[in-house]
Antibody
Framework: EVQLVQSGAEVKKPGESLKISCKGSGYSFTNYWIGWVRQMPGKGLEWMGIIFPADSQTRYSPSFQGQVTISADKSISTAYLQWSSLKASDSAMYYC???????????WGQGTLVTVSS | QSVLTQPPSVSGAPGQRVTISCTGSSSNIGTGYDVHWYQQLPGTAPKLLIYGNTNRPSGVPDRFSGSKSGTSASLAITGLQAEDEADYYCQSYDNSLSGWVFGGGTKLTVL
């Protein structure tokens, strides 16, 4: 079964750093792009960026460029999303998803809830 | 403001048919990029519902169907069931943004 399993919920203070993870299994991790999607409380889905684990080629949405860093460790089939200095406005649910086919995403991870509060 | 425009909400009684529209522009749907649909049940991650405008992944009931024309697409749900109550999102690719874009989402209420 193709599966993406994300790391657990995080509670952080403004200014702290954070790295969340997304581990793929059941398929060749290096052959598919992995995307990250933000969902703020009560809001819709926003594409943040995407990485190709085979060579770590990365693309970012203009809205998130410079705000987050996407990386991957193909040796352990894991993609990451990280912040160097969190803000309260980063509080959201974050999903990873595999790009399957030209432009759709399937499956999705279960989500990682990030709460940033002083 | 989402790049793809969806109605915030739709509703229907059990057994009825509802449609959800997704309007884009010449830089995404209108230029030929496919539209995909996701269902997000309360408290869960999005799930692929329709890919490539009209295709259903294995396990998705044929009550769900998609179509695309010009700069718009639609999701139709027939024989509404209580379990269909969820948020639905369309998604495509935008070449002016060089990235993937979502609609704002539509909340389906089964009356």
């Amino acid at each position: 079964e193709v599966q993406l399993v994300q790391s657990g919920a995080e509670v952080k203070k403004p200014g702290e750093s954070l790295k969340i993870s997304c581990k793929g299994s059941g398929y060749s991790f290096t052959n598919y792009w992995i995307g990250w999607v933000r969902q703020m409380p009560g809001k819709g889905l926003e594409w943040m960026g995407i990485i190709f684990p085979a060579d770590s080629q990365t693309r970012y949405s203009p809205s998130f460029q410079g705000q987050v860093t996407i990386s991957a460790d193909k040796s352990i089939s894991t993609a990451y999303l990280q912040w160097s200095s969190l803000k309260a406005s980063d509080s959201a649910m974050y999903y990873c998803a595999r790009k399957t086919g030209p432009n759709w995403f399937d499956p999705w991870g279960q989500g990682t809830l990030v709460t940033v509060s002083s | 403001q989402s790049v793809l425009t969806q109605p915030p909400s739709v509703s229907g009684a059990p057994g009825q048919r509802v449609t959800i529209s997704c309007t884009g522009s010449s830089s995404n749907i209108g230029t030929g990029y496919d539209v995909h649909w996701y269902q997000q049940l309360p408290g869960t991650a999005p799930k692929l519902l329709i890919y490539g405008n009209t295709n259903r992944p294995s396990g998705v009931p044929d009550r769900f169907s998609g179509s695309k024309s010009g700069t718009s697409a639609s999701l139709a749900i027939t024989g509404l069931q209580a379990e269909d109550e969820a948020d639905y999102y369309c998604q495509s690719y935008d070449n002016s943004l060089s990235g993937w874009v979502f609609g704002g989402g539509t909340k389906l209420t089964v009356l």
